[in-house]
């Protein structure tokens, strides 16, 4: 991959990746060619020169008065964000949270495949989640040395997650989609997760909602 | 509710609420009776000064050199986040997306009943979730006249969302939890809607996985 920067690309840049590329697909769709950074800076909210600057990050697609073309932009977008091989995931949880995202990740995201389910709960143990049987967790570093596997989704309580941190850093795991409340921060500031709280987010709607007077 | 400011309360500071009521609500298990602005500060990742500016916004619970009161916090946010009534919420979309996201509003957020859910799948009508029986769409209008719910919480395409968004934005909805890609800002800018782009957060987390070198 081409990269012209000398610097990390920060994370509010790779956080707009996927909307330029989902709306960079919705034009290629309907037969757009050519789109320019204001076009896309209006769709995401921004302005021309912040577009510039955020595809400029990886060596830039655009060309002065002609704007991006779209089929150039879609695959580069597709080459950073999916890129050739599926990262291998593993479920950590496989509670009704857990199934549902694993099956959100398994088939409506490209660029991954779920290879293997852990729980702890007896009754969960043995079930079959799409292809998968739902291991007992006990058996998960053992699993992580054989396999490798890169991504773990952890849909466990907050407690869990802090009771199997220090472990789980230790498994050669290379990212955390993270629906605990539990911050990984402290142990593995550099370490990529995206933490996911529902639960946050639904408690401040609902804030808005009861005051919509402030 | 006491409100200090004459100024509307800030979308960064809403969202800010909910993580110091889940740790205000810990420390009040540990048996902690006051906490600094410094101490909350450090585990929000911010400044005491913020944590007061934050606090102030709502009347202020602290106290020069004693800091605030874990329990009084604790109630106040409470009743700004979660008051007396739970707010009702339809759910539209009965997928295996929808199913688990409304058992988590249910179950695990305070706050929220889940009242009547919603798809036009032919083989999702009338089959249950959790104690409901799944409708037909085509009776949204009648139900929402009928009942006045509340909420909405959206986990269908973006292209149902933006069918069907000149018609919800009709049904006295008052705040949608939007999983889909749809994005309501152009149609209701001032309408409480939460985002959650689960795609968007998988595929930058990729992203840096893929990329540990940029």
Redesign the interface.
């Known amino acids: 991959?081409q990269?012209n920067?000398q610097n990390?690309?920060s994370l509010p840049v790779?956080?707009r990746?996927?909307?330029y590329?989902?709306h960079v697909l919705q034009l290629q769709k309907s037969g757009v060619s050519t789109v320019s950074s204001s076009d896309l800076g209006a769709f995401l909210?921004t302005t021309a020169s912040q577009v510039r600057q955020d595809l400029n990050c990886f060596g830039g697609f655009g060309q002065q008065g002609v704007g991006y073309r779209v089929d150039l932009l879609a695959s580069a977008l597709h080459d950073?964000?999916?890129?050739s091989s599926n990262?291998s995931a593993i479920l950590i949880g496989s509670g009704?949270?857990g199934?549902?995202?694993s099956?959100?990740?398994d088939n409506?995201?490209q660029?991954?495949s779920l290879v293997a389910a852990f729980d702890n709960a007896e009754y969960q143990i043995g079930t079959s989640l799409g292809n998968l049987t739902v291991q007992d967790i006990a058996g998960l570093s053992d699993y992580c040395k054989l396999h490798q596997p890169?991504?773990a989704v952890l849909c466990i309580p907050e407690k869990s997650a802090s009771a199997m941190a220090p472990t789980l850093l230790t498994l050669g795991l290379?990212?955390f989609?993270n629906f605990s409340?539990y911050d990984f921060?402290s142990l593995a500031p550099d370490l990529?997760?995206?933490n996911?709280?529902?639960?946050?987010?639904?408690?401040?709607?609902?804030?808005?909602?009861?005051?919509?007077d402030?």
Chains 1, 2 share one sequence.
């Open positions: 991959m990269n920067s990390k690309i790779i956080k990746l996927p909307r590329y989902r909210g950073l964000l999916i890129g990262l009704r949270l199934r549902a995202i099956g959100f990740l409506t995201v660029g991954f890169q991504l290379q990212g989609w409340h921060a990529p997760v995206e996911v709280h529902l639960g946050d987010s639904l408690q401040s709607l609902g804030f808005r909602m009861r005051h919509t402030i």
